[in-house]
């Protein structure tokens, strides 16, 4: 009998102490991926790796608030440096705000803008002279269906996730000659703890979204794809539909 041998892989993974972020760091340690764990949460953070570790893999928490972006670029290639080289870098880290635009202040759009869009900019400017220099590399960007359409008061929401897609597809563009594929992911809504959060007012029927550990298993097979294949843009819905 014949087994085909897997090149180790490593993967820096963002806001990776709950929700997507946890679900998919736990995908990839299952499917053998070495893992740079990043989150502002210290104990989940830590949990999580450890998690990672007792599943074979090597795992390291790495605590870091993406919301102050000056510093974002200069502590990723930090990580990175630190962990060893990073093949797959997914940018979950995000927040969800809800409000009419006329009721949006500059500062919470500001606020949105930085966490969903510029802190993702920064990891990828942070991440990509490595992967340059291999010839090779992935980047996930999960955006949101907000990327595709749009929802009244999610107004400065879906413009940062509408900035994730032009974000994702100039990258493409620009870096599919070294080598290095760039996916972006557009979820429908998935039971997580960002409908728990502050600056999120709106009531649905959680049990009918999108697990996270569906999305992390989406996210682990465009990875998993032959270097020559990438999935460019993937929506993934549940099945009853937009809410």
């Known amino acids: 009998m014949s087994f085909i041998s897997r090149t180790e892989k490593s993967a820096l993974i963002t806001g990776a102490s709950s929700g997507i972020g946890k679900a998919t760091a736990l995908e990839f340690a299952k499917a053998g991926i070495n893992l740079a764990l990043v989150s ?3 104990e989940k953070l830590e949990a999580v790796a450890q998690a990672a570790i007792e599943a074979g893999v090597k ?3 790495y605590i870091l608030d993406l919301a102050e972006v000056e510093q974002v670029k200069e502590k990723i290639s930090a990580i990175a440096s630190d962990f060893g080289s990073i093949d797959i870098l997914v940018n979950n880290a995000g927040m969800g705000y809800t409000n009419t635009l006329s009721d949006t202040s500059l500062i919470d759009w500001q606020q949105v803008i930085n966490l969903n869009l510029t802190s993702v900019f920064q990891c990828i400017q942070g991440i990509l002279p490595m992967m340059r220099d291999r010839g090779q590399g992935t980047i996930i960007n999960v955006a949101s269906i907000a990327a595709k359409q749009v929802f009244p008061q999610w107004g400065a929401y879906s ?7 032009a974000l994702s597809k100039t990258l493409a563009a620009e870096e599919r000659q070294n080598g290095i594929r760039v996916t972006a992911i557009c979820p429908g809504s998935v039971n997580s703890s960002l409908w728990d959060t502050e600056t999120v007012k709106a009531n649905f029927d959680r049990s009918a979204m999108l697990t996270p550990e ?3 298993q989406s996210i682990l097979h465009t990875t998993l794809l032959p270097a020559s294949a990438v999935i460019e843009e993937l ?3 549940p099945n009853v539909g937009t809410f």
């Open 40 to 42: 502002r949460s210290p």
């Open 59 to 61: 795992a390291k928490a």
């Open 159 to 165: 413009v940062s996730k509408f900035g994730i897609m």
């Open 214 to 216: 569906v999305v992390a």
């Open 235 to 237: 929506i993934l819905m």
